[in-house]
């Protein structure tokens, strides 16, 4: 299993990139998600985030909402993911791994079993999407203890001061969220994207990562060139769960590992 | 005893700032605004004004005799706050938040509501003030309190309703909706919080605006009976109108103080809205409290006859005084609080709104346990008009 600094060091040094994939775990079941995290991984995918389902995903747009509620109605808790995480290191994927959850189903599975399994199952590090800098010493210490990193959030609302304080609480990369607003596909990179990502990349102490909208290779590529990580998430959320319902298992990894090459691809253009 | 909230909103463990990242400064700027307004007279002023002159304040304390009477024990009073402008408390709370919104210059008010009270509160101090106004209600609510939908389009604000494709879309479902929109909006939308819970200083600034029934019902209990009451009664669903009360009376160690929850068919049947007597801590709209949630976290369907109590979580500072046992939550079912709306519409000549008739349910019941020189004030949070159809169809149904 390699580190997320580790992966983000060797792609800087080669000159691009790196790509951070979200997949909604569960969606439509876990056995899916967990060959859908094979397959991402072997067309490119450099970090995979399992998203955990939640019945009250209040930063997130319709497509993940949908998504999450498919996989709570396929019975998908955290520790299915965690489990699924588990067989995967054990089948002998190595790439990053980030939990990426809501607080509740964490703090009601108890801050020291979630972090204890997560270190057993290979999660390299969490995302909290609700317990910002302001909050996050309540989990800092279960994290430290199991040597789980936590992947600290920034968005175009906070200012350099807080990019700064933000990236020191956190480990691995800075997610920036690129626009103010819940997560779902959108056509174009915001105004002033590259100007931000360089304010942002400037003030904080991690490597920047760009999400919140990335959805095409051409995105992707345009965000690479500013950010240390490009996260694409509800993309391919869409793409998979279309390709799944309409033709099949097959056909919606094939459709996955298609689109996660394209993104590799288009971010491998024009190295910084 | 402190409840105040000393860092960044606890109560205890309860209470917090569990929200995405983008949330955060405008949170902070919020907090830097409440606190200066708070020590500003002239916004105390401005606030008074409007209390007394629009809203009406300040709402009698009314002695229920028959309705006592019938209970045979204590005396029960009823803090009549659906006599206020709109026809309940959440007034208050709005015209306090929208005044503070004015000072930030903010252009656009966005709501949540379930019995669409606090929807109607704020689209009618935006109409005052000519700002504009989006507000969140879940479709079921807005099926099942569709007069206050009706007020609220008729006060000039964009009604927005919550569907579902999984579950029935109530007040939860409306306030996830909000927050949504606040999150990509943050700039120049206040987002008016109806009830004492969410992020910090959302509850305590709650709290503070609602405070005035708590202090106008001590002075008018002391003035009618010359001491305090054995007991203040509200109902609990997020818990505004509860802290409110409860505010006055909380450094007086000899009243006790009752919220009532919302048992809807009641707490063994899985089919309520009792958070504090059925659920368990967790993190919910950016605070920790007690939720309706299974064993993974994931939050629970709720059930109340009442739309204004149809809530899995509750204000953060009513876990704490839970906790601490400074006050007591007891559950009320829909049977009970439906019976005490006919009780109180035939004895008294006053329809309350059935949130409230949980709180009157529970008063009676303590009544029947306390002697006749006793005294008991009521939070009668709303009056009932918008329930016909919901009352109606109870009676038809059972």
């Given at each position: 299993?390699?580190?997320?600094?580790?992966?983000?060091?060797?792609?800087?040094?080669?000159?691009?990139?790196?790509?951070?994939?979200?997949?909604?775990?569960?969606?439509?079941?876990?056995?899916?998600?967990?060959?859908?995290?094979?397959?991402?991984?072997?067309?490119?995918?450099?970090?995979?985030?399992?998203?955990?389902?939640?019945?009250?995903?209040?930063?997130?747009?319709?497509?993940?909402?949908?998504?999450?509620?498919?996989?709570?109605?396929?019975?998908?808790?955290?520790?299915?993911?965690?489990?699924?995480?588990?067989?995967?290191?054990?089948?002998?994927?190595?790439?990053?791994?980030?939990?990426?959850?809501?607080?509740?189903?964490?703090?009601?599975?108890?801050?020291?079993?979630?972090?204890?399994?997560?270190?057993?199952?290979?999660?390299?590090?969490?995302?909290?999407?609700?317990?910002?800098?302001?909050?996050?010493?309540?989990?800092?210490?279960?994290?430290?203890?199991?040597?789980?990193?936590?992947?600290?959030?920034?968005?175009?609302?906070?200012?350099?001061?807080?990019?700064?304080?933000?990236?020191?609480?956190?480990?691995?990369?800075?997610y920036y969220v690129t626009v103010a607003g819940v997560t779902g596909a959108r056509k174009s990179l915001p105004a002033e994207f590259a100007e931000r990502l360089a304010r942002v990349r400037a003030a904080s102490k991690l490597p920047v990562a760009?999400?919140?909208?990335i959805s095409s290779p051409e995105m992707a590529h345009s965000a690479a060139l500013s950010a240390d990580a490009v996260v694409v998430g509800s993309a391919l959320v869409d793409l998979a769960f279309r390709e799944c319902r309409e033709n099949g298992?097959?056909?919606?990894?094939?459709?996955?590992?298609?689109?996660?090459?394209?993104?590799?691809?288009?971010?491998?253009?024009?190295?910084? | 005893?402190?409840?105040?909230?000393?860092?960044?909103?606890?109560?205890?463990?309860?209470?917090?700032?569990?929200?995405?990242?983008?949330?955060?400064?405008?949170?902070?700027?919020?907090?830097?605004?409440?606190?200066?307004?708070?020590?500003?007279?002239?916004?105390?002023?401005?606030?008074?004004?409007?209390?007394?002159?629009?809203?009406?304040?300040?709402?009698?304390?009314?002695?229920?005799?028959?309705?006592?009477?019938?209970?045979?024990?204590?005396?029960?009073?009823?803090?009549?706050?659906?006599?206020?402008?709109?026809?309940?408390?959440?007034?208050?709370?709005?015209?306090?938040?929208?005044?503070?919104?004015?000072?930030?210059?903010?252009?656009?008010?966005?709501?949540?509501?379930?019995?669409?009270?606090?929807?109607?509160?704020?689209?009618?101090?935006?109409?005052?003030?000519?700002?504009?106004?989006?507000?969140?209600?879940?479709?079921?609510?807005?099926?099942?309190?569709?007069?206050?939908?009706?007020?609220?389009?008729?006060?000039?604000?964009?009604?927005?309703?919550?569907?579902?494709?999984?579950?029935?879309?109530?007040?939860?479902?409306?306030?996830?909706?909000?927050?949504?929109?606040?999150?990509?909006?943050?700039?120049?939308?206040?987002?008016?919080?109806?009830?004492?819970?969410?992020?910090?200083?959302?509850?305590?600034?709650?709290?503070?605006?609602?405070?005035?029934?708590?202090?106008?019902?001590?002075?008018?209990?002391?003035?009618?009976?010359?001491?305090?009451?054995?007991?203040?009664?509200?109902?609990?669903?997020?818990?505004?109108?509860?802290?409110?009360?409860?505010?006055?009376?909380?450094?007086?160690?000899?009243?006790?103080?009752?919220?009532?929850?919302?048992?809807?068919?009641?707490?063994?049947?899985?089919?309520?809205?009792?958070?504090?007597?059925?659920?368990?801590?967790?993190?919910?709209?950016?605070?920790?409290?007690?939720?309706?949630?299974?064993?993974?976290?994931?939050?629970?369907?709720?059930?109340?006859?009442?739309?204004?109590?149809?809530?899995?979580?509750?204000?953060?500072?009513?876990?704490?005084?839970?906790?601490?046992?400074?006050?007591?939550?007891?559950?009320?079912?829909?049977?009970?609080?439906?019976?005490?709306?006919?009780?109180?519409?035939?004895?008294?000549?006053?329809?309350?709104?059935?949130?409230?008739?949980?709180?009157?349910?529970?008063?009676?019941?303590?009544?029947?346990?306390?002697?006749?020189?006793?005294?008991?004030?009521?939070?009668?949070?709303?009056?009932?008009?918008?329930?016909?159809?919901?009352?109606?169809?109870?009676?038809?149904?059972?």
């Amino acid at each position: 299993m390699k580190s997320i600094s580790e992966i983000l060091e060797r792609n800087s040094r080669a000159g691009r990139a790196s790509l951070a994939v979200f997949i909604s775990c569960g969606d439509p079941d876990i056995a899916f998600t967990e060959k859908l995290a094979k397959a991402v991984c072997a067309a490119g995918a450099d970090i995979v985030e399992l998203g955990v389902p939640f019945s009250d995903p209040m930063a997130d747009g319709p497509t993940i909402q949908a998504a999450g509620q498919r996989a709570l109605a396929s019975g998908t808790t955290l520790e299915k993911v965690l489990e699924m995480a588990g067989r995967l290191r054990a089948e002998g994927l190595e790439n990053p791994f980030v939990l990426f959850s809501y607080y509740n189903p964490i703090f009601k599975m108890g801050l020291g079993k979630a972090a204890r399994l997560s270190r057993e199952n290979g999660v390299n590090s969490w995302l909290v999407v609700d317990v910002p800098l302001e909050e996050s010493g309540e989990i800092s210490g279960e994290l430290e203890k199991n040597g789980i990193g936590l992947v600290p959030l920034a968005s175009p609302m906070s200012d350099d001061a807080r990019v700064r304080g933000i990236s020191e609480s956190g480990s691995g990369f800075l997610y920036y969220v690129t626009v103010a607003g819940v997560t779902g596909a959108r056509k174009s990179l915001p105004a002033e994207f590259a100007e931000r990502l360089a304010r942002v990349r400037a003030a904080s102490k991690l490597p920047v990562a760009a999400g919140f909208g990335i959805s095409s290779p051409e995105m992707a590529h345009s965000a690479a060139l500013s950010a240390d990580a490009v996260v694409v998430g509800s993309a391919l959320v869409d793409l998979a769960f279309r390709e799944c319902r309409e033709n099949g298992e097959d056909s919606a990894l094939a459709a996955a590992s298609e689109f996660v090459r394209s993104l590799s691809e288009a971010m491998q253009r024009h190295s910084r | 005893m402190n409840t105040q909230s000393e860092h960044r909103g606890r109560y205890g463990i309860y209470g917090g700032q569990y929200v995405a990242e983008t949330l955060m400064p405008a949170l902070k700027e919020l907090e830097e605004f409440y606190l200066k307004a708070v020590a500003d007279p002239s916004f105390w002023e401005e606030y008074g004004a409007i209390m007394r002159d629009y809203v009406g304040r300040p709402s009698p304390l009314f002695h229920a005799r028959r309705l006592s009477e019938y209970c045979g024990g204590a005396q029960i009073y009823l803090k009549r706050e659906d006599l206020n402008h709109t026809g309940a408390h959440k007034v208050n709370n709005t015209v306090g938040q929208i005044l503070l919104a004015r000072r930030m210059g903010k252009k656009r008010l966005i709501a949540e509501t379930g019995a669409g009270m606090h929807g109607v509160a704020t689209a009618t101090i935006a109409a005052l003030f000519g700002m504009k106004c989006d507000v969140f209600m879940g479709a079921e609510d807005v099926r099942r309190q569709a007069q206050n939908a009706a007020r609220m389009k008729m006060l000039g604000a964009n009604l927005i309703s919550v569907e579902l494709k999984h579950g029935t879309a109530t007040l939860k479902d409306a306030m996830n909706e909000a927050l949504r929109d606040w999150v990509a909006t943050v700039g120049d939308t206040f987002y008016v919080i109806g009830t004492a819970a969410g992020p910090h200083p959302y509850p305590e600034m709650v709290k503070t605006f609602q405070s005035v029934i708590g202090r106008e019902a001590r002075a008018q209990i002391l003035e009618k009976c010359g001491r305090l009451p054995e007991q203040v009664v509200a109902c609990v669903g997020g818990g505004s109108n509860a802290i409110g009360i409860f505010s006055g009376f909380m450094g007086d160690a000899g009243v006790k103080l009752y919220g009532a929850e919302a048992a809807g068919d009641g707490i063994s049947t899985g089919r309520h809205s009792a958070s504090l007597n059925g659920g368990t801590v967790g993190v919910l709209h950016g605070n920790k409290t007690y939720l309706l949630q299974d064993e993974n976290g994931q939050i629970l369907d709720t059930h109340s006859v009442s739309a204004g109590l149809d809530y899995p979580g509750v204000g953060p500072e009513h876990a704490y005084l839970r906790d601490t046992g400074r006050a007591h939550y007891v559950p009320i079912d829909d049977a009970q609080a439906v019976d005490a709306f006919m009780k109180l519409s035939r004895l008294e000549g006053i329809i309350p709104a059935l949130e409230s008739s949980h709180a009157v349910a529970l008063a009676m019941r303590n009544a029947r346990d306390l002697p006749k020189d006793a005294a008991i004030v009521v939070c009668l949070s709303g009056r009932g008009d918008k329930d016909m159809d919901s009352v109606m169809n109870f009676l038809k149904l059972k």
